[in-house]
């Protein structure tokens, strides 16, 4: 049973940018939502305040994304310096799947919106424009985002380690068909 992908906004300042997200946050929203917040990286926004107020879930994927870029924010820097995430209003249930996975340290809570924020100008994002997901993009960005969990807490290896092994699997069962289908005249 597959849920429909979250709703996502964004308003992007100088160095700020807000992304709401609501609904439930899952692998289908996960991939358009990595690809807008590294555009506005690499366009100079060191601050991502991710506005949770309304977010209901958020599945192992879009927590394994959101863990890997705060990893990749505090590790790297872009022309503007480093980044950082943080996440506005979380519910207990959400706060409890961060915590659960061991990726909370990646970010900072905030109960109330920082000075500067938009809370009420924000654009909806197109997610998936074309209307169809890239399946083995998705497949990938799964496949990362589950190693990287397991990667950053070893009590997530029990939880993941056979998704991940089905994911790996099927990425390498799309890869050898569509080389196969390369070589066909």
């Known amino acids: 049973m597959s849920s429909s992908p979250a709703n996502v906004s964004i308003w992007a300042g100088d160095n700020m940018a807000v992304v709401r997200i609501s609904g439930r946050a899952n692998f289908q929203s996960s991939v358009d939502f990595k690809a807008t917040v ?54 207990g249930r959400i706060r409890e799947l961060f915590d659960n996975l061991g990726i909370i340290h990646l970010f900072t809570v905030l109960c109330s919106p920082e000075p500067g924020a ?12 074309c209307g169809t997901l890239d399946r083995k ?10 190693q990287l969990l397991m990667k950053l807490n070893d009590a997530n290896f029990t939880k993941f380690k056979d998704v991940t092994k089905f994911l790996e699997e099927d990425l390498k069962r799309m890869e050898g068909s569509a080389s196969s289908n390369e070589r066909q005249p």
């Open 137 to 146: 993009e998705t497949t990938r960005v799964c496949l990362e985002a589950h």
């Open 38 to 91: 590294l555009e506005l990286w690499h366009r100079g926004t060191k601050r991502f305040i991710l506005d949770l107020t309304n977010c209901q879930l958020m599945d192992s994927t879009f927590l394994g994304v959101m863990a890997g870029l705060g990893l990749k924010f505090a590790k790297e820097s872009s022309a503007a310096g480093p980044a950082r995430i943080e996440l506005l209003n979380p519910s």
């Open 118 to 129: 938009d809370l009420k100008n924000l654009t909806p994002v197109d997610q998936n424009p």
